[in-house]
């Protein structure tokens, strides 16, 4: 959570700004409006900075995010506490792995347990994961799903590939906690071959308007973790901490507190 604190060093402005703190709730508009202006402007001007950055956009002292996200961008949001009292904030889990960073995590530890986990013959806990892989675009750019996206050669094989597809029915199966699971059943189509990570896949059948007829196709790989996968096999990599509320503050600060002592002086003729 970012909060928009601006210390501003005249001390004339400093003396003024401390006056106005008095005004609390929503009447500091009416006596200062020209710095209620510019303050929900330097506010706004965080969020869109935070938001460019989470759309893919550069921010000076942090590092780019590893997947443009207009889902992260768009729960970047401003609670206007106050006419001088703001600040911007998100609430995604994902934006705070990326600030605070991850441990390293073995994932054979935990993922063949959870509620969709299956059991073998032999009673070994597993889970099945699906990847889910980006097309090229008309212009030749993918469009990358979790770093996997299909060449374009692939793409002109697979897109002609018999659908896979949820034929509607369902049947209860154990987990690891022996709970019965409803699965769904599949009727399944053609699978692309290959010696690398595109192995298997399949073109999954999906209406693209809400039964209206319309078919398109999603693209994946299945593949399996159990507890008896290969050591370090399904490690999730650390991921260092990158201080983007840091690199925020510092890349606005001088923008906000212009903004600020501009709204000031047209307020108090200084």
């Known amino acids: 959570m970012i909060k928009a604190q601006i210390t501003l060093e005249d001390d004339t402005i400093d003396y ?10 929503n009447n500091g508009k009416s006596i200062a409006p020209n710095t209620a202006k510019a303050f929900n402007q330097a506010t706004r001007s965080v969020q869109r900075a935070w938001q460019n950055w989470a759309r893919g956009g550069s921010l000076e002292g942090a590092a780019d995010i590893k997947s443009a996200s207009p889902k992260l961008a768009s729960s970047i949001k401003v609670n206007q506490m106050s006419d001088f009292s703001a600040e911007v904030y998100t609430e995604s889990p994902y934006m705070s792995q990326i600030q605070e960073g991850r441990k390293a995590q073995d994932m054979k530890l935990t993922y063949p347990f959870g509620k969709k986990s299956r059991v073998s013959k032999k009673r070994i806990p597993y889970l099945i994961i699906p990847f889910r892989w980006g097309t090229p675009t008309k212009s030749g750019i993918n469009r990358a799903h979790m770093g996997n996206a299909l060449t374009q050669e692939a793409y002109n094989i697979v897109r002609a590939f018999t659908k896979s597809k949820r034929t509607g029915g369902t049947h209860l199966e154990e987990n690891a906690m022996g709970e019965g699971i409803e ?44 507890m008896n996968s290969k050591p370090e096999s399904w490690w999730k990599k650390a991921i260092p901490p990158n201080d983007v509320v840091g690199a925020l503050a510092r890349a606005t600060e001088k923008e906000v507190n212009d903004l600020l002592q501009a709204g000031l002086e047209a307020d108090l003729d200084i």
């Open 16 to 25: 003024i700004r401390a006056a106005l703190e008095y005004f609390s709730g």
């Open 183 to 226: 699965r769904s059943e599949y009727e399944w189509g053609d699978r692309f071959e290959s010696d690398d990570n595109m192995n298997g896949l399949v073109s999954m059948r999906e209406e693209t308007n809400h039964g209206g007829g319309n078919i398109g196709s999603t693209y994946f790989t299945f593949r399996v973790i159990s």
